[in-house]
């Protein structure tokens, strides 16, 4: 009998697996199925909206072309959906040739100025104590936190306020994942200003990823299941090996038991950042939700406490203060919002990348994508994105948390920051998102509280996630799921094909060093 692959969440994690399975592991597609919770499959890289009930998604993604190895070899097999001759990777290569980043406007200031951005705004205790950072082991990192290492004047330089705000760091997130995105994203430095490095995909990324990675998946015959939660999964010991035998989930108001047989393979997403979310909307804040409300955690501790080697999910899952932050999605039928900003900013759309306020309560950013960002935007109709890291702060404009503010309130704490007339924002709609976890992964963990994409004691489940362990690897990352579900495939199937390795742009301490002095000139 054929072997089978239940895959459980639909997130980019789990669709890069499937595909790995057909293109590499010679499965058929009707012989995967996916089983996920909500309506839509894509997880985190949701979007969706018409210009009648608003545009929405979590989160805008930056790529680039010097890293995210395994996710260009993934979608350099996908066909894009609007240019069928070319792969995604193509399409995303052309596209980029035609919008460089190249942000005038990265940081802004109370009075709205610009900042100077260009000498990062280091002393020299900063230099020598990020230095150090920089080449501590991880073991010796443990699970210390930044704060452990850079001094409270380090959180004020015109650096941290780039880079914090680039990849949502918080002072006191895991210093090992700080490290990690030092030497990633050592490239990154000489030209954080102006974001010069950073790649986009030509529209929000479940347009531009999700619908064509499904649809190769589903011309192959995948069945994708969705409003499907799993609530628990049976197993057994073979010897010391942990060994799926069924999956039960609860399916249109039905609890359902699938039976998993000798060769079966169970590809699990354990955790999700963007569980527990919830959107609001132009009259109304987004409900708080919280761990009850979640899917992803309540199974990986189900099955952390039979089996140490699947690690440890309450390193990530038990402070909310420290891992929520809000972001929103604005729908504009009135074009003097995005003229204004073009000339205050310098930038054309999609061109600027994170405009950051650096005096703001909430610590805003917006980023105006190239238009349209939807693919069924109409021309007359333009969409941005924001977000706040501090969205449990009094605004500058809006005497209220964030966390507690509608659309409409948003964009008044927004305008003021910009001092734009309010008009320039009038009819637009403005849909809030909470997001409780969103920077769960960062939290401080030891090397154990994450399982290894296959875990030595596991028989037949793997772990695709940005709660798993890869070696030298940044989670908050599309790259991060998508070589998870490479090295989980290839090494539940044996394949023998190499994962691509993660590009060095660091290829000796001492190179790490000259970068890193250089760019604190
Ligand atoms: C605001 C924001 C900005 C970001 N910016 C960037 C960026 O600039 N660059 C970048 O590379 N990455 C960025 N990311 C990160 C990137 O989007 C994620 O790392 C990636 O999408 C995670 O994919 P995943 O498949 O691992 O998990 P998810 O997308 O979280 O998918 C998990 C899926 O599993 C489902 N599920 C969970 N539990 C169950 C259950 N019990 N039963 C059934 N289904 C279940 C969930 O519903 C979900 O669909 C950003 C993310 C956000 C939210």
Same mark, same amino acid.
């Given at each position: 009998?054929?072997?089978?692959?239940?895959?459980?969440?639909?997130?980019?994690?789990?669709?890069?697996?499937?595909?790995?399975?057909?293109?590499?592991?010679?499965?058929?597609?009707?012989?995967?199925?996916?089983?996920?919770?909500?309506?839509?499959?894509?997880?985190?890289?949701?979007?969706?909206?018409?210009?009648?009930?608003?545009?929405?998604?979590?989160?805008?993604?930056?790529?680039?072309?010097?890293?995210?190895?395994?996710?260009?070899?993934?979608?350099?097999?996908?066909?894009?959906?609007?240019?069928?001759?070319?792969?995604?990777?193509?399409?995303?290569?052309?596209?980029?040739?035609?919008?460089?980043?190249?942000?005038?406007?990265?940081?802004?200031?109370?009075?709205?100025?610009?900042?100077?951005?260009?000498?990062?705004?280091?002393?020299?205790?900063?230099?020598?104590?990020?230095?150090?950072?920089?080449?501590?082991?991880?073991?010796?990192?443990?699970?210390?936190?930044?704060?452990?290492?850079?001094?409270?004047?380090?959180?004020?330089?015109?650096?941290?306020?780039?880079?914090?705000?680039?990849?949502?760091?918080?002072?006191?997130?895991?210093?090992?994942?700080?490290?990690?995105?030092?030497?990633?994203?050592?490239?990154?430095?000489?030209?954080?200003?102006?974001?010069?490095?950073?790649?986009?995909?030509?529209?929000?990324?479940?347009?531009?990823?999700?619908?064509?990675?499904?649809?190769?998946?589903?011309?192959?015959?995948?069945?994708?299941?969705?409003?499907?939660?799993?609530?628990?999964?049976?197993?057994?010991?073979?010897?010391?090996?942990?060994?799926?035998?069924?999956?039960?989930?609860?399916?249109?108001?039905?609890?359902?038991?699938?039976?998993?047989?000798?060769?079966?393979?169970?590809?699990?997403?354990?955790?999700?950042?963007?569980?527990?979310?919830?959107?609001?909307?132009?009259?109304?804040?987004?409900?708080?939700?919280?761990?009850?409300?979640?899917?992803?955690?309540?199974?990986?501790?189900?099955?952390?406490?039979?089996?140490?080697?699947?690690?440890?999910?309450?390193?990530?899952?038990?402070?909310?203060?420290?891992?929520?932050?809000?972001?929103?999605?604005?729908?504009?039928?009135?074009?003097?919002?995005?003229?204004?900003?073009?000339?205050?900013?310098?930038?054309?759309?999609?061109?600027?990348?994170?405009?950051?306020?650096?005096?703001?309560?909430?610590?805003?950013?917006?980023?105006?994508?190239?238009?349209?960002?939807?693919?069924?935007?109409?021309?007359?109709?333009?969409?941005?994105?924001?977000?706040?890291?501090?969205?449990?702060?009094?605004?500058?404009?809006? /005497?209220?948390? @964030? =966390?507690?503010?509608?659309?409409?309130? +948003?964009?008044?704490?927004?305008?003021?920051? $910009? %001092?734009? #007339?309010?008009?320039?924002?009038?009819?637009?709609?403005?849909?809030?998102?909470?997001?409780?976890?969103?920077?769960?992964?960062?939290?401080?963990?030891?090397?154990?509280?994450?399982?290894?994409?296959?875990?030595?004691?596991?028989?037949?489940?793997?772990?695709?996630?940005?709660?798993?362990?890869?070696?030298?690897?940044?989670?908050?990352?599309?790259?991060?799921?998508?070589? /998870?579900?490479? @090295? =989980?495939?290839?090494?539940?199937?044996? +394949?023998?094909?190499?994962?691509?390795?993660? $590009? %060095?742009? #660091?290829?000796?301490?001492?190179?790490?060093?000259?970068?890193?002095?250089?760019?604190?000139?």
């Amino acid at each position: 009998m054929k072997s089978k692959a239940y895959l459980i969440g639909g997130g980019i994690g789990t669709l890069a697996a499937a595909a790995f399975l057909i293109r590499d592991g010679g499965f058929a597609g009707e012989d995967i199925c996916l089983l996920e919770a909500a309506s839509s499959l894509g997880g985190s890289l949701d979007g969706s909206g018409n210009p009648e009930r608003g545009y929405s998604l979590r989160g805008g993604r930056m790529f680039t072309f010097d890293n995210y190895e395994c996710t260009w070899d993934l979608f350099k097999s996908i066909p894009s959906i609007h240019r069928p001759s070319k792969s995604v990777f193509e399409e995303t290569v052309d596209f980029n040739e035609r919008h460089k980043s190249n942000s005038q406007a990265r940081l802004v200031d109370a009075q709205r100025a610009k900042v100077p951005v260009a000498s990062m705004g280091f002393s020299m205790q900063d230099r020598v104590e990020l230095l150090e950072l920089a080449g501590t082991s991880e073991v010796e990192l443990a699970d210390s936190r930044i704060t452990d290492w850079l001094s409270p004047e380090f959180f004020h330089t015109e650096f941290w306020a780039m880079w914090a705000t680039t990849f949502a760091f918080q002072p006191w997130h895991s210093a090992v994942e700080f490290k990690r995105y030092l030497h990633r994203f050592m490239m990154e430095f000489p030209r954080i200003e102006t974001l010069g490095g950073v790649r986009r995909t030509v529209y929000n990324q479940y347009d531009s990823m999700v619908l064509p990675l499904q649809r190769w998946l589903e011309e192959r015959g995948v069945r994708f299941i969705n409003g499907c939660t799993v609530t628990d999964i049976d197993y057994k010991f073979e010897g010391a090996k942990f060994t799926v035998t069924a999956i039960d989930c609860h399916f249109h108001e039905r609890f359902e038991h699938i039976e998993v047989q000798g060769d079966d393979i169970v590809i699990l997403q354990n955790g999700s950042m963007t569980d527990a979310s919830s959107v609001g909307s132009i009259q109304s804040a987004p409900t708080k939700l919280g761990k009850a409300d979640s899917r992803a955690w309540a199974l990986w501790e189900k099955l952390a406490a039979v089996n140490p080697d699947f690690g440890n999910p309450s390193a990530f899952n038990s402070s909310i203060a420290e891992s929520s932050w809000e972001s929103f999605t604005v729908t504009l039928k009135n074009p003097e919002f995005i003229e204004r900003m073009v000339d205050f900013s310098g930038n054309e759309p999609g061109t600027g990348g994170l405009v950051t306020f650096t005096d703001s309560n909430w610590l805003m950013s917006i980023v105006i994508p190239f238009q349209p960002y939807f693919a069924n935007q109409p021309a007359d109709v333009q969409v941005f994105w924001g977000y706040a890291l501090f969205p449990d702060r009094v605004g500058n404009y809006v /005497a209220k948390p @964030m =966390a507690d503010c509608n659309g409409e309130e +948003i964009l008044t704490e927004l305008c003021g920051h $910009l %001092r734009f #007339d309010r008009t320039t924002t009038t009819g637009a709609n403005c849909i809030p998102c909470y997001m409780p976890y969103i920077t769960s992964m960062f939290m401080p963990r030891v090397k154990t509280d994450r399982p290894l994409p296959v875990p030595d004691s596991s028989k037949n489940l793997a772990f695709v996630s940005q709660f798993v362990e890869i070696p030298d690897d940044v989670v908050f990352t599309v790259e991060y799921s998508v070589r /998870a579900a490479q @090295m =989980a495939v290839y090494k539940l199937l044996g +394949i023998e094909k190499t994962v691509p390795p993660i $590009l %060095r742009h #660091d290829k000796s301490l001492q190179t790490q060093l000259d970068v890193l002095v250089k760019a604190m000139r």
